[in-house]
């Protein structure tokens, strides 16, 4: 009885006239939200204090996928270990892999670590490359052009609005891109020891270069041996920074800066990851700020 | 096409060093011709390198071509006809396991369910190989199946199932063999579990295994910002408690509502209530004559199972990597009623029962559950403590008859409460891979205080789905 009343408010809400868009990972959330703006209500899966690889399947997120008109998620198995689960469950047409309203955005971008062999022994490897593509603030370029015409495709009464959306979200990117690059040319040809195999796609974009990482291999926790393997390595590479994203475990890096006297940067890895990141644009701000304090 | 343009001026400076022996006329006829591909290549170079000045009029653009490029190259290679095999996945799983010699392991006061896959054997066995294929049908249906492989070398289809992709409306429906949705555990897979042996609530209501119908299961999920879900399955009924009775239509049936949702970032649960109702025919179970010699006895009628089920799971600000914590419990009442009989269990030792004698109504309604709590306190480490309980019960039947043919000693009539406390420790070197130590105070049978030592391995190859909350 109880039950049927509830149901009942529920119904009774007045219709959101709002895109449900359904993302895993706050970035595409953001994103979404940039391109769309009231036109979408965006909510993400996880946060940025949640490790992606490792998440449960929630019954809250079955509940949403329920609802959802649109799902972002960043594809390259990030979410093979519960997004399946959460799509079959939810019982939603719409969003469920090859629908229009299924989107995986590293579909649009140049993979990178693409395995040329793929064995568990390696770690936790994906077979489509390192999926942590967000890293790079250009694929924003690619996916957001590639969201908003699907945002167009899923929700046509809108699709206008989504295309100027993408098109003034661009013009600010650009020109935040170019502000980034030149904030962050003393970065070029910058030796760093990262925590996980995270920032391929920032090492890229700026030129850095990874001497070491803090995981034996991807996915597998930091060792001790494994560790000091990498302090007896520091000495000869001479990376400037250990670098860690907010949600990684803290002790592995602490170790290493006590050994080592290497500073530690904690960067924010999508929205929400540090205070300063609250959105796309300041994502990237604080990232860039973050990297060049260890070089004063 | 980068070929052409270079085979086309290596040929072109072959002939412009010919001997001037070939008529003059179609010398020039050539080199016109030449000079007019020259011509034609030289443009269409310019026009390349203009559009190459273009793309790199900023980094951005020219990475979103190049992008393109690479991404159209990636997707073309994936044509291979094998790419459609199903996702195979092989669960490995053995133990050694430390206990007390007690021949007819019992849970005393219960029905014994029957069915297990050694996982109570003494000393090293492999418990089942667990195979499994998916792989999605088209686009509106998805296919499962597993098969466990016993260290004796039995097969036991465990799951072949079919379920629909998205029905809408919230609707999903399932047929096939697969684990019934009631309670929490039930529907989990050996190496899910949190410990290494089933739950004694499990173990007497429906085994080790756990209930699996054949049948169809439709599941419908409300459209609220909460998970409520409610569902049905209609089964042929052949497993414990229920006996396969060669009929038409259904032989046992599920109904169950779940709920659930996050309280913060850190915490997430679910709760849910399931009711299962089946009927059994000549159900066996071995009892012992007043004389003490091995009789048979069979029950016939309704059995109705209720559970309830509840699951906390905390982990700092939801991210489960480090620390984390998940409590989980479920109790159940039972309530069956019927007639039963008993007749020789080997026609070679003649008992009370011999010919055949009925005992008259049964109906009982028994009660228990388990509660654990898990806590993983660093990375790859876990404990956890489960203690399991069985209430007495109530037994109706005419004592009379029942004790004239049957020994009142039997465990089925014990005056007892089965009880158990676990311990468990585990490590995993990553989520495919899993080695546990348990130690197991059991008090599940009258009289036997068994001190039991388990050490486990449960080992994932291949493709591994996504496991549920």
Request: aromatic share 8%; hydrophobic share 45%.
């Amino acid at each position: 009885m109880r039950i049927l009343f509830m149901l009942l408010v529920v119904l009774a809400l007045p219709a959101q006239a709002a895109l449900n868009v359904f993302s895993t990972v706050p970035e595409w959330a953001a994103l979404a939200q940039e391109i769309g703006g009231e036109r979408v209500r965006a909510v993400s899966a996880t946060t940025a204090l949640q490790d992606p690889h490792h998440v449960d399947a929630r019954p809250s997120l079955i509940a949403r996928a329920r609802n959802a008109d649109l799902l972002l998620a960043t594809g390259a198995e990030l979410e093979i270990g519960w997004l399946p689960v959460v799509l079959r469950e939810s019982g939603n047409p719409r969003i469920q892999a090859g629908q229009p309203g299924y989107f995986e955005a590293a579909g649009f971008v140049r993979m990178l670590e693409v395995p040329g062999r793929l064995d568990r022994a390696e770690g936790d490897v994906h077979a489509d490359g390192n999926p942590h593509i967000q890293t790079d603030p250009r694929h924003f370029l690619a996916i957001g052009e590639a969201l908003a015409a699907r945002l167009a495709l899923v929700d046509p009464a809108n699709a206008d609005a989504y295309r100027s959306g993408y098109a003034a979200f661009a013009e600010r990117w650009r020109a935040r891109i170019r502000q980034w690059e030149a904030q962050a040319a003393p970065l070029k040809g910058v030796a760093v020891v990262s925590q996980h195999k995270a920032w391929v796609y920032l090492y890229d974009w700026l030129g850095m270069r990874e001497v070491a990482t803090l995981e034996p291999k991807p996915g597998v926790e930091p060792s001790v041996a494994h560790l000091a393997k990498v302090r007896d390595q520091v000495a000869s590479s001479k990376p400037r920074m250990v670098i860690r994203a907010a949600y990684n475990s803290a002790r592995p890096a602490e170790w290493l800066s006590a050994e080592t006297r290497l500073p530690i940067v904690v960067l924010p890895f999508t929205v929400g990851g540090t205070p300063p990141a609250k959105d796309l644009a300041t994502l990237f701000d604080d990232t860039v700020a973050r990297l060049l304090l260890p070089l004063k | 096409m980068k070929n052409v343009p270079l085979f086309a001026l290596a040929a072109a400076g072959a002939l412009s060093a010919f001997p001037a022996s070939a008529a003059d006329a179609d010398l020039k006829a050539l080199r016109e011709e030449i000079a007019q591909m020259k011509n034609a290549y030289e443009q269409r170079i310019n026009a390349l390198e203009r559009r190459l000045v273009q793309a790199e009029s900023t980094s951005t653009q020219a990475k979103a071509a190049a992008d393109k490029a690479t991404t159209q190259t990636a997707r073309a290679g994936e044509g291979k006809a094998s790419a459609f095999n199903p996702e195979i996945g092989l669960v490995l799983q053995g133990q050694a396991k430390r206990m007390q010699d007690v021949p007819e392991r019992v849970v005393s006061g219960y029905w014994p369910s029957g069915h297990d896959h050694g996982g109570d054997r003494r000393g090293v066995s492999l418990e089942h190989s667990e195979l499994m294929f998916s792989a999605n049908i088209d686009p509106s249906f998805r296919g499962v199946a597993r098969f466990a492989v016993t260290g004796a070398g039995e097969v036991e289809v465990e799951e072949a199932s079919v379920s629909t992709l998205g029905l809408g409306n919230g609707f999903s429906v399932r047929g096939g063999r697969f684990a019934s949705d009631i309670g929490y555990q039930n529907a989990q897979h050996p190496h899910e579990w949190d410990f290494a042996d089933a739950t004694l609530m499990q173990k007497v209501l429906f085994g080790n295994e756990g209930y699996r119908q054949d049948g169809v299961q439709v599941k419908w999920l409300a459209p609220t910002p909460f998970m409520l879900q409610f569902g049905a399955e209609l089964g042929r009924g052949a497993n414990f408690p229920g006996t396969d009775r060669n009929k038409n239509g259904s032989g046992a049936g599920a109904i169950f509502v779940k709920t659930g949702g996050d309280v913060g970032a850190a915490n997430a649960w679910q709760a849910g209530l399931s009711f299962l109702s089946t009927r059994a025919a000549d159900r066996a179970a071995h009892f012992e004559d007043t004389g003490g010699v091995e009789a048979e006895s069979f029950f016939s009628g309704k059995s109705r199972t209720a559970i309830a089920d509840f699951v906390w799971k905390w982990a700092p600000n939801g991210n489960a990597s480090e620390r984390s914590l998940k409590l989980q419990g479920e109790v159940f009442r039972r309530t069956e009623k019927g007639t039963w009989r008993c007749d020789d269990a080997d026609a070679a030792s003649p008992t009370t029962c011999t010919g055949g004698a009925a005992l008259g109504d049964l109906a009982t309604r028994q009660s228990g559950g388990y509660a654990s709590a898990v806590f993983q306190f660093m990375p790859k480490w876990r404990v956890g403590y489960r203690h399991d309980w069985l209430a007495r019960g109530s037994k109706a039947f005419d004592d009379a008859t029942v004790f004239g043919l049957l020994d009142a000693g039997n465990h089925y009539f014990a005056d007892f409460k089965p009880r158990r406390d676990s311990v468990m420790l585990d490590w995993s070197n990553s989520e495919f891979s899993r080695l546990r130590l348990q130690y197991a105070r059991d008090r599940a049978m009258m009289g036997v205080t068994d001190n039991q030592v388990t050490l486990q391995y449960i080992m994932s190859l291949g493709a591994h789905g996504a496991h549920k909350f």
